[in-house]
């Protein structure tokens, strides 16, 4: 069976689903952090999924978009991360349910 | 005319009142408080000096007075317009149609006023010094009595009523100020807040008053005493006002002014709160509570003569009052064993001579009445205070007795006031107590005339009982109280002998039977002349003077012969201390209860439902709208958590719905 493009598009819509349930459901901060970027990557793949079914002018539009999209990504985790860290020093704790008052 | 100089008769006492006030809160935290001598001086040189400013003033005007009368007899003119200083100061306020002017005025009734309340307002500054001088609060006092006289000035001096209103009010804040001023003793504050709220009631009448009378004069005329009586002495409105809706308004009008005089001069209904009033200290009954406050009322109704003298009824009413008033407070005064309240219940009963004398029309009799009592019932008071003080604080007429050789100068201070309020020839009381009596046969009719005579009986009776007790019966008091019994210092010593002199002889300023001596009711005759003579009717009753003062000085002497023989049958019972019998306590109380019942138990009742039943209501009404808020503010609430995963699946979920949203058509 060859790979159509609506195959991408609904590997991509379920690749989005688990990263949103990852991001909603655990309570664990890296889970979460985890699941936005298997959110991002979803997107990226439902664009470059568009960029195949659009020829000529969309194609290209279609490649690009992702590149910016893992830009932001990489620095997203960074300060993510770095947040993350911070809270764990002050809290113990890798809860998210644990930081519901952020100026405590 | 112009005059500059009236602005600074009400600020020359009450630059005494700042100065006495900032001494009295600089001195608070020193043990001895401030320095008693300058504070006397302070206290007795701005009222004198206001004396003598409204001395020249009169002087000066009734001079002019005289040589403009007899330019105008030169030229053939016959004068009958009143002349006087004016001194409008500023615009008060303006609102709407109402446009009032705040400034002084003049004439000779304001003349006459002045010249009493500040020459014996003098006399009892300075007699407080001797009285008050062992009181710790001495400046404080010293600065509300000048605070009072600065507001009796301006209530006097007043162009229009309601310049006169706010000294009204003025003098009703002193009077609350000293009644209470021994405020140690709770009693003292209930007599203080009793007077207040009572003078409220009338206040409220006054300016209800006010209101109706600017209703019927029109915005067109200012709202001034010379604008309006020269409204009410215009033939075509006194027409207009004789018939119809606005004669009830006049009615309405003059009748709650009337409630206002009633406030201020104890007058029936609104009498209760003057016998209270003997709480505060003895100079503060003399001077407020009998020479010059309380009487505020009457000049009132000299003041708007015109107005007054447009309504019959009113007029009626007022002659009622004023009799009734006399009657029942001469026997109240008899049934009293306080030496303080007789002299209270005396006020009250001539004060309802001078109504009586206003409201059979005779409203210069009335003023000059106010004149007289002012000199014989301060000095009674000031007698009195000297009595107490020498006795160290004791009130009760059976403990006393004997006094007449112990305090020779009060003594005879007293018996002069004694002999004019009597009204036995000569007197002050006689002139002006006989030109009432009979203003009241000629005008009022035989009834109103027997009252008044019964009163002036009954007046000897309880003055000579309070002459017996005190003075003349045999001693009663404690050995250890006569130890200490002394004479008064000179400053109390003076007032008392310049008063007593002044009672035996200010009467000769109107004596109707002594050809010439005239003066006092020449000098208000422009004033209140035309309403009198409107008043005075076609076909006047006449009358044998001499035969008419006999029956008074029959009256006095009978008076004063049946308190004699009560005396020596034993009726006074003056070696008891039995609270009064019950009779007794009716007839004192009796508008005590009146006020309870009609006024003080309705409201009370009203207030309990107000408090108990519509409140609940009322706060129901309230908690039920903020549960409501709570209850809608508890369902977002849990919206609101702070929790990361619900804020962020709550926002996917708006947005799915937003995508929803514009997918819609595509959906179809």
Same mark, same amino acid.
């Given at each position: 069976?060859?790979?159509?493009? $609506?195959? &991408?598009?609904? /590997?991509?819509?379920?690749?989005?689903?688990? !990263?949103?349930? =990852?991001?909603? %459901?655990?309570?664990?901060?890296?889970?979460?952090?985890?699941?936005?970027?298997?959110?991002?990557?979803? $997107?990226? &793949?439902?664009? /470059?999924?568009?960029?195949?079914?659009?020829? !000529?002018?969309? =194609?290209?539009? %279609?490649?690009?978009?992702?590149?910016?999209?893992?830009?932001?990504?990489?620095?997203?985790?960074?300060?993510?991360?770095?947040?993350? /860290?911070?809270?764990?020093?002050?809290?113990?704790?890798?809860?998210?349910?644990?930081?519901?008052?952020?100026?405590? | 005319?112009?005059?500059?100089?009236?602005?600074?008769?009400?600020?020359?006492?009450?630059?005494?009142?700042?100065?006495?006030?900032?001494?009295?809160?600089?001195?608070?935290?020193?043990?001895?408080?401030?320095?008693?001598?300058?504070?006397?001086?302070?206290?007795?040189?701005?009222?004198?000096?206001?004396?003598?400013?409204?001395?020249?003033?009169?002087?000066?005007?009734?001079?002019?007075?005289?040589?403009?009368?007899?330019?105008?007899?030169?030229?053939?003119?016959?004068?009958?317009?009143?002349?006087?200083?004016?001194?409008?100061?500023?615009?008060?306020?303006?609102?709407?149609?109402?446009?009032?002017?705040?400034?002084?005025?003049?004439?000779?009734?304001?003349?006459?006023?002045?010249?009493?309340?500040?020459?014996?307002?003098?006399?009892?500054?300075?007699?407080?010094?001797?009285?008050?001088?062992?009181?710790?609060g001495?400046?404080?006092?010293?600065?509300?009595?000048?605070?009072?006289?600065?507001?009796?000035?301006?209530?006097?001096?007043?162009?229009?009523?309601?310049?006169?209103?706010?000294?009204?009010?003025?003098?009703?804040?002193?009077s609350y100020l000293l009644i209470g001023f021994w405020h140690e003793d709770d009693s003292n504050n209930v007599a203080a807040v009793k007077a207040f709220?009572?003078?409220?009631?009338?206040?409220?009448?006054?300016?209800?008053?006010?209101?109706?009378?600017?209703?019927?004069?029109?915005?067109?005329?200012?709202?001034?005493?010379?604008?309006?009586?020269?409204?009410?002495?215009?033939?075509?409105?006194?027409?207009?006002?004789?018939?119809?809706?606005?004669?009830?308004?006049?009615?309405?009008?003059?009748?709650?002014?009337?409630?206002?005089?009633?406030?201020?001069?104890?007058?029936?209904?609104?009498?209760?709160w003057?016998?209270d009033a003997m709480a505060g200290p003895t100079?503060v009954s003399?001077?407020?509570?009998?020479?010059?406050?309380?009487?505020?009322?009457?000049?009132?109704?000299?003041?708007?003569?015109?107005?007054?003298?447009?309504?019959?009824?009113?007029?009626?009413?007022?002659?009622?009052?004023?009799?009734?008033?006399?009657?029942?407070?001469?026997?109240?005064?008899?049934?009293?064993?306080?030496?303080k309240?007789?002299?209270?219940?005396?006020?009250?009963?001539?004060?309802?001579?001078?109504?009586?004398?206003?409201?059979?029309?005779?409203?210069?009799?009335?003023?000059?009445?106010?004149?007289?009592?002012?000199?014989?019932?301060?000095?009674?008071?000031?007698?009195?205070?000297?009595?107490?003080?020498?006795?160290?604080?004791?009130?009760?007429?059976?403990?006393?007795?004997?006094?007449?050789?112990?305090?020779?100068?009060?003594?005879?201070?007293?018996?002069?006031?004694?002999?004019?309020?009597?009204?036995?020839?000569?007197?002050?009381?006689?002139?002006?107590?006989?030109?009432?009596?009979?203003?009241?046969?000629?005008?009022?009719?035989?009834?109103?005339?027997?009252?008044?005579?019964?009163?002036?009986?009954?007046?000897?009776?309880?003055?000579?009982?309070?002459?017996?007790?005190?003075?003349?019966?045999?001693?009663?008091?404690?050995?250890?109280?006569?130890?200490?019994?002394?004479?008064?210092?000179?400053?109390?010593?003076?007032?008392?002998?310049?008063?007593?002199?002044?009672?035996?002889?200010?009467?000769?300023?109107?004596?109707?039977?002594?050809?010439?001596?005239?003066?006092?009711?020449?000098?208000?005759?422009?004033?209140?002349?035309?309403?009198?003579?409107?008043?005075?009717?076609?076909?006047?009753?006449?009358?044998?003077?001499?035969?008419?003062?006999?029956?008074?000085?029959?009256?006095?002497?009978?008076?004063?012969?049946?308190?004699?023989?009560?005396?020596?049958?034993?009726?006074?019972?003056?070696?008891?201390?039995?609270?009064?019998?019950?009779?007794?306590?009716?007839?004192?109380?009796?508008?005590?209860?009146?006020?309870?019942?009609?006024?003080?138990?309705?409201?009370?009742?009203?207030?309990?439902?107000?408090?108990?039943?519509?409140?609940?209501?009322?706060?129901?009404?309230?908690?039920?709208?903020?549960?409501?808020?709570?209850?809608?503010?508890?369902?977002?609430?849990?919206?609101?958590?702070?929790?990361?995963?619900?804020?962020?699946?709550?926002?996917?979920?708006?947005?799915?719905?937003?995508?929803?949203?514009?997918?819609?058509?595509?959906?179809?």
């Open positions: 069976m060859e790979i159509s493009i $609506v195959h &991408l598009q609904i /590997l991509a819509a379920i690749l989005f689903a688990l !990263g949103m349930a =990852a991001a909603v %459901g655990r309570r664990n901060i890296f889970f979460v952090l985890m699941g936005v970027e298997l959110m991002l990557n979803a $997107v990226n &793949l439902s664009f /470059l999924s568009w960029s195949r079914t659009f020829v !000529g002018r969309g =194609a290209m539009e %279609g490649q690009v978009a992702p590149l910016f999209t893992i830009a932001i990504a990489a620095t997203e985790a960074c300060i993510g991360l770095a947040m993350v /860290l911070m809270i764990f020093r002050n809290r113990e704790s890798l809860d998210s349910d644990d930081f519901s008052r952020m100026k405590e | 005319m112009q005059s500059s100089l009236l602005w600074l008769l009400p600020v020359l006492p009450l630059v005494g009142f700042l100065l006495n006030g900032i001494l009295s809160l600089a001195g608070a935290r020193s043990p001895h408080g401030p320095s008693k001598g300058l504070v006397g001086f302070f206290a007795v040189l701005f009222p004198a000096a206001s004396f003598i400013l409204s001395l020249w003033l009169f002087l000066r005007l009734g001079h002019e007075v005289a040589s403009v009368r007899a330019l105008n007899a030169n030229l053939g003119f016959n004068l009958s317009e009143a002349l006087s200083y004016k001194q409008p100061l500023w615009n008060w306020f303006a609102a709407g149609d109402i446009n009032v002017g705040f400034g002084f005025v003049f004439d000779s009734l304001t003349g006459i006023m002045l010249l009493f309340v500040t020459g014996i307002g003098t006399l009892i500054h300075l007699y407080s010094l001797g009285y008050m001088a062992h009181d710790r001495h400046a404080r006092f010293m600065s509300y009595m000048s605070l009072f006289l600065a507001n009796m000035i301006v209530l006097v001096l007043g162009n229009g009523p309601l310049v006169t209103f706010l000294g009204w009010e003025g003098v009703g804040l002193c709220m009572v003078n409220r009631v009338g206040d409220l009448g006054f300016l209800l008053g006010l209101f109706f009378l600017w209703q019927i004069i029109g915005p067109a005329t200012p709202f001034t005493y010379e604008a309006i009586s020269a409204w009410f002495r215009d033939p075509a409105h006194l027409a207009s006002v004789g018939q119809g809706a606005l004669a009830t308004l006049l009615t309405a009008s003059t009748l709650l002014l009337f409630l206002g005089c009633t406030g201020k001069s104890a007058q029936i209904p609104l009498l209760t003057l016998p100079p003399a001077l407020i509570h009998a020479a010059t406050m309380v009487t505020s009322g009457v000049f009132l109704l000299a003041r708007m003569s015109d107005v007054f003298a447009a309504s019959p009824i009113t007029m009626g009413v007022i002659a009622f009052i004023g009799a009734a008033t006399a009657l029942w407070a001469a026997v109240a005064g008899f049934l009293q064993n306080d030496i309240k007789i002299l209270a219940y005396s006020t009250i009963s001539q004060l309802g001579f001078m109504f009586l004398a206003a409201g059979v029309g005779a409203f210069d009799a009335g003023i000059f009445h106010v004149f007289t009592h002012a000199f014989f019932k301060a000095v009674l008071f000031l007698g009195a205070g000297s009595v107490i003080h020498a006795l160290g604080g004791e009130q009760d007429i059976r403990r006393m007795g004997g006094l007449a050789r112990k305090l020779p100068i009060t003594f005879l201070a007293m018996f002069a006031g004694w002999y004019a309020i009597t009204g036995l020839p000569g007197g002050a009381g006689f002139w002006s107590k006989d030109l009432i009596l009979e203003k009241v046969w000629v005008h009022g009719g035989p009834i109103l005339y027997w009252t008044a005579l019964a009163t002036a009986v009954i007046t000897g009776i309880y003055m000579t009982r309070l002459m017996i007790l005190v003075f003349w019966s045999p001693s009663r008091i404690d050995h250890e109280v006569e130890h200490h019994v002394h004479e008064s210092p000179w400053t109390m010593g003076l007032p008392l002998v310049v008063l007593g002199l002044g009672s035996l002889f200010a009467g000769f300023a109107w004596a109707p039977m002594i050809p010439g001596l005239d003066w006092f009711g020449r000098n208000l005759a422009p004033i209140v002349g035309a309403a009198q003579a409107s008043l005075a009717g076609a076909e006047e009753a006449h009358a044998s003077l001499a035969l008419l003062a006999s029956l008074g000085i029959g009256a006095a002497l009978c008076g004063i012969g049946i308190s004699f023989a009560l005396f020596r049958s034993g009726v006074y019972k003056e070696n008891s201390s039995d609270p009064m019998s019950l009779p007794a306590r009716i007839w004192t109380f009796f508008f005590d209860y009146i006020h309870a019942g009609l006024g003080i138990w309705p409201v009370r009742i009203a207030s309990w439902i107000l408090d108990k039943i519509v409140n609940p209501l009322l706060l129901g009404l309230v908690r039920l709208v903020a549960y409501l808020v709570e209850f809608v503010g508890w369902l977002f609430r849990s919206l609101q958590r702070s929790r990361l995963r619900v804020n962020l699946g709550v926002s996917v979920a708006g947005a799915v719905l937003v995508l929803l949203y514009l997918m819609k058509d595509i959906l179809k």
